[in-house]
């Protein structure tokens, strides 16, 4: 495993997807460092797994808010770490999309406090659904399986947001 800075390529996205989708973060001067993580190599040439993982399970990107200890030493805000074996198979889109979801977890406090390092209080934002669920439970169970009903809202919903519309057209 080995972790290095992310090229000026990946930190300028970020900073796209900062100045177009969260406004707040801009204002409020929150700092960014974005590191790629690898997974460790084979003899064989190839990864050993996957670079990161989240909660055991394989992510393309963790985010983190930093200490108030780690600010106060001079560290960035918030710290992106980024699965850099499958980053550059991405399309610039999907980045963009990680890119922005990664963001997406970090809030500004409302009121505008500052911390011991008078940097701002951030929150973390968590997913508006986690599918913590198994298929073979939702069949045995069906709607008794607490997860089926949270899938079947979460359905209704992207459909409503049309990111089904090509498959149902």
Same mark, same amino acid.
């Given at each position: 495993? #080995?972790?290095?800075?992310? /090229?000026?390529?990946?930190?300028?996205?970020?900073? +796209?997807?900062?100045?177009?989708n969260?406004?707040r973060?801009?204002?409020?001067?929150?700092?960014?460092?974005?590191?790629?993580?690898?997974?460790?190599? *084979?003899?064989? *040439?190839k990864?050993?797994? /996957?670079?990161?993982?989240?909660? *055991?399970? /394989?992510?393309?990107? =963790?985010?983190?808010?930093? #200490?108030?200890?780690?600010?106060?030493?001079?560290?960035?805000?918030?710290?992106?770490?980024?699965?850099?074996?499958?980053?550059?198979?991405? &399309?610039?889109?999907?980045?963009?999309?990680?890119a922005?979801?990664?963001? =997406?977890?970090?809030?500004?406090?409302?009121?505008?406090? &500052?911390?011991?390092?008078?940097?701002?209080?951030? +929150?973390m934002?968590?997913?508006?659904?986690?599918g913590?669920?198994?298929?073979?439970?939702?069949?045995?169970?069906?709607?008794?399986? /607490?997860? =089926?009903?949270?899938?079947?809202?979460?359905?209704?919903?992207?459909?409503?947001?049309?990111?089904?519309?090509?498959?149902?057209?």
């Amino acid at each position: 495993m #080995s972790l290095e800075p992310a /090229p000026v390529a990946v930190i300028k996205l970020f900073e +796209k997807a900062m100045r177009d989708n969260h406004e707040r973060l801009v204002e409020a001067g929150v700092t960014v460092q974005i590191l790629m993580k690898h997974a460790k190599v *084979g003899d064989d *040439g190839k990864p050993k797994g /996957p670079a990161l993982k989240l909660h *055991g399970v /394989p992510a393309f990107a =963790t985010v983190k808010i930093m #200490s108030v200890a780690d600010r106060v030493a001079g560290a960035e805000d918030i710290r992106i770490v980024l699965d850099g074996d499958s980053w550059p198979e991405h &399309t610039e889109e999907r980045q963009l999309a990680i890119a922005d979801h990664e963001l =997406t977890h970090v809030l500004v406090d409302d009121d505008g406090k &500052t911390d011991d390092a008078e940097r701002p209080v951030l +929150k973390m934002r968590h997913h508006d659904y986690d599918g913590g669920l198994f298929f073979e439970v939702c069949e045995r169970h069906g709607m008794e399986e /607490p997860q =089926t009903e949270a899938l079947l809202a979460a359905y209704a919903k992207a459909r409503q947001l049309e990111l089904f519309a090509a498959e149902v057209a």
